[in-house]
C-alpha cells in the first residue's frame, strides 16, 4: 500500500506551491529563451572577433632608421669601419667576404646574423656549416674584431645583424676606391636560429637559370633589377672550382663560356674538384681586387664563371640591364648602393620573433 503524500497545513505556503507548479512550464520556457539570448549574443561577439582579426593588417615590421645609434652608441659606424679598413687593406679578399656575407645572411632567416652561429651541442649544424657557405664564407674574424670594440665602448647596444650590414657597406666603400658610398639604417635585432639545411634552400646557387634565380630574389621582396645589380659583387673575390667545373669540363666547352676563359681554368683547377683538392680563382680576371662594373663588360664576353652570370644575358629585360650597368658611367656604383639597402631590410626580426642582441656573435644570449 503506497504511503500517502504529506500536505502542509500552512494554507499560504499551500497556495504558492500549487502557483509554482501551475507555472513551472513557462518558468522553463523563459529559462531556455534567456540561455538561447546569451548563447547567440557570445556567438556573435566571437564571429565579430574574428571578422576584425581577418580585417587587421598583419604586425607592422620593425622600421629601421637612419643614425640609429647616434644617441645609444655614437661612434659605431666609426668603429666598424676601422675594423673593416684594417682588414681590407691588409687583404682585399675579406672586403669581398664581407659583402657576401651580408649577402648570404639575409637570404636565410633574414638579415639577422644568424650565419655568424657557431655549432653547439644544441644545434650541432647551423647554417655557416652548409655547403654554400662552408670553407668559402669569409669574413668572421672582422666582425669579432667590430664586435669586441663595440662591447667595450657601449656594451649590449649594437646588434650583429647591424655589424654585418655596415661591415659590407664598409667594404664596398674601401674596393670601390670609395665610389660606392651611401647610408643605411640600422635597428636589426639578432636571431636565435640557424640550421644547415636552410643555407641550401634559399640562398641562390651557381647553377640556377634566370627564372630560378628571379624566384629565389623574388621570395625576398627583391626584383629583377635587385639581381642584376646585385650579381655585380662578383667582380671581387675567388671562387672555389668546384662552383663551375661544370662549365669547362669538356673540350671545347659545351657551355656559353669563352674558349680562352676555359683553356685558362683548366690549368688552374683539377679535373675533379673535391673538398681536398678545390683550389680558387678570381672571379674576375680583368680586375680582381676591384669593385667596379668590369663584371657586367665580363658578362657580354662570356667571361664569367658560373651559369647564374651567364643566364643575365637569356633574357632581353636582363640583357639590356647588363649593357647598362657596363656602359653608363657611374651607374652600377649608384644602383648598387640603394640594392644593398634593399637587400638589408630583407626580413629584420622583432622581440616577438626571438631577436636579441648578442654580446657574442657567435653564440646566442
Not at 11 to 36: D, F, G, N, R
Not at 179 to 199: H, Q, T, W
Not at 221 to 229: C, P
Not at 260 to 286: E, I, Y
Request: net charge positive.
Amino acid at each position: 500500500m503506497a504511503p500517502r503524500r504529506r500536505t502542509s497545513s500552512n494554507p499560504i505556503l499551500q497556495a504558492t506551491t500549487c502557483t509554482y507548479i501551475h507555472q513551472l512550464p513557462e518558468l522553463k520556457m523563459a529559462a531556455k529563451i534567456i540561455v538561447s539570448l546569451i548563447l547567440a549574443a557570445a556567438l556573435l561577439g566571437a564571429a565579430a572577433a574574428q571578422q576584425a582579426a581577418m580585417a587587421a593588417p598583419p604586425p607592422a615590421r620593425p622600421r629601421l632608421r637612419f643614425g640609429y645609434y647616434k644617441h645609444s652608441c655614437p661612434p659605431a659606424e666609426v668603429i666598424i669601419r676601422d675594423a673593416v679598413r684594417n682588414a681590407t687593406f691588409v687583404n682585399p679578399g675579406l672586403g669581398a667576404g664581407l659583402i657576401r656575407m651580408a649577402f648570404h645572411d639575409c637570404f636565410v632567416q633574414g638579415c639577422d646574423a644568424s650565419v655568424l652561429l657557431d655549432p653547439t651541442p644544441a644545434n650541432p649544424r647551423p647554417e655557416k656549416l652548409g655547403p654554400p657557405n662552408f670553407p668559402s664564407l669569409r669574413g668572421f674574424d672582422v666582425i669579432d674584431a667590430a664586435k669586441a670594440a663595440l662591447e667595450r665602448y657601449c656594451p649590449g647596444v649594437v646588434s650583429c645583424a647591424d655589424v654585418v650590414q655596415f661591415a659590407a657597406r664598409d667594404a664596398a666603400f674601401f674596393l670601390s676606391g670609395f665610389k660606392v658610398d651611401y647610408r643605411l639604417p640600422a635597428g636589426r635585432l639578432d636571431g636565435r636560429v640557424s640550421v644547415e639545411s636552410e643555407a641550401l634552400a634559399f640562398l641562390p646557387r651557381s647553377i640556377l637559370n634566370l627564372t630560378e634565380l628571379v624566384t629565389s630574389f623574388k621570395v625576398k621582396g627583391l626584383d629583377v633589377d635587385d639581381l642584376v645589380v646585385l650579381s655585380g659583387a662578383h667582380t671581387v673575390g675567388r671562387s672555389h672550382c668546384s662552383s663551375f667545373s661544370d662549365r669547362i669540363s669538356s673540350t671545347p666547352p659545351t657551355s656559353d663560356i669563352s674558349r680562352g676563359l676555359a683553356t685558362v681554368l683548366r690549368k688552374q683547377c683539377p679535373a675533379s674538384p673535391n673538398f681536398t683538392d678545390d683550389p680558387t680563382v678570381a672571379m674576375d680576371v680583368v680586375t680582381p681586387a676591384k669593385l667596379d662594373n668590369q663584371y657586367y663588360k665580363n658578362v657580354l664576353k662570356h667571361k664569367v664563371l658560373f651559369n647564374s652570370d651567364a643566364a643575365l644575358l637569356t633574357s632581353r629585360r636582363t640583357a639590356r640591364k647588363v649593357v647598362e650597368n657596363a656602359f653608363v658611367r657611374g651607374r652600377w656604383e649608384k644602383k648598387f648602393a640603394k640594392a644593398m639597402v634593399n637587400m638589408a631590410a630583407v626580413e629584420v626580426k622583432t622581440t616577438a620573433d626571438g631577436g636579441e642582441i648578442r654580446k657574442n656573435c657567435r653564440l646566442v644570449n
